[in-house]
């Protein structure tokens, strides 16, 4: 298992010649997760380098998301296009065009409800050509199946009807909801290279959510026991065929790498790392000014939650934010809460003058939002719309007053210039606005509040957003977006106009957040069992200068890593705003190292090494 850093320059790797790359994956027009960002973000820089002509992606069809993302095709007078009117024609639903992302790739995409006719079959030959058995009324293996299926006969009778003459195909599948096809592509000898990634092993994430020293113990799980413990053997069955039917397998870290060994019994071939399409965040000069401009939302949302009850300085308030699936134990959400706990102390016992708010932006069960939070949020509108009348009415009475002002001008009492009707409406909102409450914890009413561990643990603790504490929470269960009426920004906005990102995991096969946090101009803490801390700390120098903070959790306990975390959070809170602001540019120049132009060459090496094989 190697990165295989060092050995070739990316000038020097060619793309085969005459060569049809098909990546497929469920996540192909389907947003459900991570492997989402890296396929569509890796888009213009595969087709840069392959041509529209040759570079194909295959994923599920299902309408709602097609809508959004599927542009249908009109000239269907390629190979593949061909290929997909003589499907349609016997019979399977196979819609063919382009993903609506940078790029427009050409995309095929199969309907998996259209051969459910045909599921019991198709899992009949699952069991007695690869002998593994899918089991009846799972909704997600029944459509992984019915998928695989209609993948494996369109690649057949692509490579079968000669419509790529003179071409060869390489098929590079993504994670086992689409590596189904793959031993039934070598059980038929296709003339078809095969790249199977797994971008995390099933069995390990369940491992680790249960098993605190999950690394220490992989050399000695039996797969098959603990795949049947957690009622997933198929899945890992399946993950299994994959590797080991792939000519070429790889993983996207080094610590996935060891997982694969124990765990599906075959060490990648090569690691690919995950990149981004740069460009689409790139700001430039404008950096600075966008952290501004979106730090002002969040100041509008903190007034409202916060300054109902007791005020703090917005000059001197740093926003940390962590956010991602919940999975308390693997994404370190423990681990952030007992760091913040010492933050906390920490700076109450330096008498800072600094106020840290962290969020939790996560996604759990709620009924709705907060009735409470809504309503201050709806208060403080108020009470800005009133301070714009009378910002209006003083000003223009004010203007009125200086320009007929005959002889030696006096400043008149501003007091007068506003109505009496506007300052007692203005007295009424500040009066029913103001609470002797404290600040909530969370934004939402969730379904089962006793059982939530992060509000269990800053119950506990007592850090319940006392005006005392230096650190105050934000534990907002839901993901943002502009239509959300507490933040009225997306996601990307949102993390602008943050200060840090806090994402210190026990089991993360790579992470995206800390890296978008960096080509968003972010500084960020992530651990090294987070695949990307792992790379960080492997192949890149003075990484903290650049933004980017790696907690060691492979030989620190839990205790020693959250005051390790906790000790870089306070000497981040102590430097000047100068120095946050060069480290916000650094952090925009070194995100360049993980744009897809640098990293998509490890794919390039990939796609050699199976044509080789």
């Keep these: 298992m190697t990165t295989d850093k060092n050995s070739a320059d990316a000038s020097e790797i060619r793309i085969p010649e005459n060569t049809f790359l098909f990546e497929i994956a469920w996540e192909v027009c389907n947003q459900v997760g991570g492997i989402y960002t890296v396929i569509r973000s890796k888009v ?3 087709i840069e380098k392959w041509g529209v002509e040759n570079y194909f992606l295959i994923g599920p069809y299902f309408e709602e998301q097609a809508a959004a993302h599927f542009d249908p095709a009109t000239d269907f007078s390629t190979p593949v296009g061909k290929a997909v009117l003589e499907m349609q024609e016997r019979g399977f639903d196979v819609h063919y065009g382009q993903w609506i992302v940078s790029g427009r790739p050409n995309v095929v995409l199969f309907n998996p409800f259209s051969v459910y006719d045909k599921l019991g079959e198709i899992k009949h030959f699952v069991l007695q050509d690869y002998h593994i058995a899918l089991p009846g009324q799972d909704e997600l293996l029944d459509k992984v199946a019915a998928f695989g299926f209609q993948v494996k006969e369109f690649l057949r009778f692509l490579c079968g009807a000669e419509l790529c003459s003179g071409h060869k195909v390489i098929a590079h599948f993504h994670e086992w909801m689409a590596g189904l096809p793959i031993p039934g592509i070598r059980k038929e000898n296709l003339d078809i290279k095969i790249v199977f990634t797994t971008h995390a092993t099933l069995l390990g ?5 249960n098993d605190n020293r999950f690394y220490d113990h992989l050399p000695f799980y039996n797969w098959e026991v603990e795949a049947t ?10 993950e299994r065929a994959s590797a080991h039917g792939a000519h070429v397998f790889t993983t996207v870290s080094e610590l996935t790498g060891r997982e694969c060994t124990h765990l599906l019994g075959r060490t990648p071939d090569m690691i690919l790392p995950n990149g981004l399409n740069i460009e689409r965040f790139e700001a430039l000069h404008q950096v600075q000014n966008q952290h501004f401009q979106f730090k002002e939302k969040i100041h509008d949302f903190v007034m409202g939650h916060f300054f109902q009850s007791y005020s703090f300085d917005l000059d001197n308030t740093l926003y940390f934010f962590t956010s991602g699936r919940y999975e308390y134990h693997n994404k370190g959400y423990d681990l952030t809460l007992e760091a913040l706990a010492r933050l906390n102390y920490k700076m109450q016992q330096a008498n800072s003058k600094m106020t840290v708010v962290s969020f939790f932006i996560t996604k759990q069960p709620y009924y709705s939002f907060n009735p409470e939070v809504l309503h201050s949020k709806a208060m403080i509108e108020d009470i800005q719309r009133v301070c714009e009348e009378i910002k209006t009415q003083v000003g223009r009475r004010l203007y009125t007053d200086i320009t007929a002002t005959n002889g030696t001008y006096d400043f008149p009492d501003l007091k007068e210039m506003v109505d009496d009707y506007l300052r007692l409406k203005l007295r009424r909102n500040v009066q029913t606005w103001k609470s002797k409450n404290l600040p909530k914890i969370v934004t939402h009413t969730l379904i089962d509040d006793s059982k939530d561990q992060i509000l269990n643990f800053l119950r506990t603790a007592n850090l319940v957003n006392n005006e005392h504490d230096k ?6 269960p839901d993901f943002i977006s502009t239509s959300n009426p507490l933040f009225k920004m997306d996601y990307n906005q949102f993390v602008r106009g943050c200060h840090l990102g806090i994402f210190p995991s026990m089991y993360e096969p790579w992470g995206y957040t800390p890296l978008e946090c960096l080509a968003s101009g972010l500084p960020s803490i992530t651990s090294n069992l987070a695949g990307f801390g792992d ?3 492997r ?4 990484h903290e200068k650049q933004g980017m903070f790696i907690i060691d959790r492979k030989s620190n306990d839990f205790h020693r890593a959250a005051e390790e975390l906790a000790e870089i959070m306070f000497r981040f809170v102590g430097m000047t705003r100068r120095e946050r602001i060069a480290l916000r540019y650094q952090c925009e120049e070194a995100s360049l ?16 090494l199976a044509v080789e094989r």
């Design 44 to 46: 213009p820089s595969a």
């Design 205 to 209: 994430r369940y491992l680790a959510m």
């Design 229 to 238: 413990n957690f009622n997933v053997k198929p899945i890992v069955e399946i």
């Design 471 to 476: 650190v105050k929470v934000v534990y907002h």
């Design 535 to 537: 790379y960080v700390s």
């Design 539 to 542: 192949y890149i120098q003075d």
């Design 593 to 608: 190292h993980f744009d897809w132009s640098n990293l998509g060459e490890y794919y390039d090496k990939a796609y050699n």
